[in-house]
C-alpha cells in the first residue's frame, strides 16, 4: 500500500488523477471501477478537463460502479446513476450502454446481484477508484460485511444514512435503508486501486484502514493484502498517519 498525503482536497483530486491518468492513456479499453460520493468529484473534474483538451477518450472504456440505492428511481437526483450521468458519464464520450451501475430497482435483487458480480469478473477492473466511509466502509460494505462478499443487498447503518443524509434535504428518513453493493472480493479483484479521503471525518477510518488490524470490523482494512493500492489522503483526513 503506498499512501500520499496531499496538502488539501484540490492536490489530492490531481494526485489521484495523476495515477489514474497513466491507465487511461495506456488502455484506451479500460475498464474503470467507479465511486460516488464527494470525494471523487475534483477528480471527475480533471477526467473532464483532460477529455474536453483532447488527451484522453473514453470510447472504448466500461465503467462498473460500485453501488445503488435500493428503491430510488433512476431518475432521482441523489441516485447514483444520476450522479455519474451528472458528474462525469454527460461530459465524456463514453457510450452510456458501456456504464454500469448495480439496479437497486430490480425485481429479484438478489439475482440481480449475481448478475452484476458476474459482470464484473468477466471485466476485470483496471483501476477502480474508491471512497471511505466514517465508519471505515468501502463502496456500502458495512462494517462486519466478511471479505469474501460478492454484491450483495445491504442495509446501511443508521451512521451512513445520517452522513449522507445532507444530500436527501439533511432530513434521514428521506434516506433509502438499503443498496446494493459490489462486494469487497470484488473489489478486491481489480488491478489497481486508488482510495481518496477527504477531511477530518475521515481521519479516524484512514489510520484503522492503513495501521489497523486487518478485520471486518473495518472493511477498508482489507486493502492492506492487496498487492496494489494508492490511498491519496488530504492533510486532515490524513492527521492521524504522522
Ligand atoms: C457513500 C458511498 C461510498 C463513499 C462514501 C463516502 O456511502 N457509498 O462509496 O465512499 O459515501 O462519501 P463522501 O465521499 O461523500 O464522503
Known sequence: ????????????????????????TEKPDAVLGLAT?????????????DYKRGLVSYKRMTSINLDEYVGLPVTHPESYRSFMNRNLFDHIDIDIANTH???????????????????????????????IGANGHIGFNEPGT????????????????????????????KVPTHAVTLGLKDI???????LL??????ADAVKKMIKGTVDESCPA???????NVLVVADEAAAYYLN
Open 1 to 24: 500500500m503506498i499512501v500520499i498525503q496531499a496538502k488539501d482536497y484540490d492536490e489530492m483530486s490531481l494526485k489521484a488523477y495523476e495515477a489514474m491518468k497513466k491507465v487511461l
Open 37 to 49: 460520493g464527494s470525494t471523487p468529484v475534483g477528480l471527475y473534474k480533471l477526467m473532464i478537463e
Open 101 to 131: 451501475v448495480p439496479d437497486g430497482l430490480a425485481e429479484d435483487l438478489e439475482k440481480s446481484a449475481a448478475a452484476y458480480t458476474a459482470f464484473a469478473a468477466a471485466h476485470p477492473i483496471d483501476v477502480q477508484i474508491l471512497g
Open 146 to 173: 466478511p471479505f469474501d462478499s460478492h454484491t450483495h443487498v445491504v442495509e446501511l447503518k443508521e451512521g451512513t444514512r445520517r452522513d449522507n443524509a445532507r444530500f436527501f434535504d439533511n432530513d434521514i428518513n
Open 188 to 194: 478486491m479483484n481489480a488491478k489497481f486501486i486508488i
Open 197 to 202: 479521503a477527504s477531511g477530518s471525518g475521515k
Open 221 to 227: 482494512s482489507v486493502l492492506q493484502t492487496h498487492p
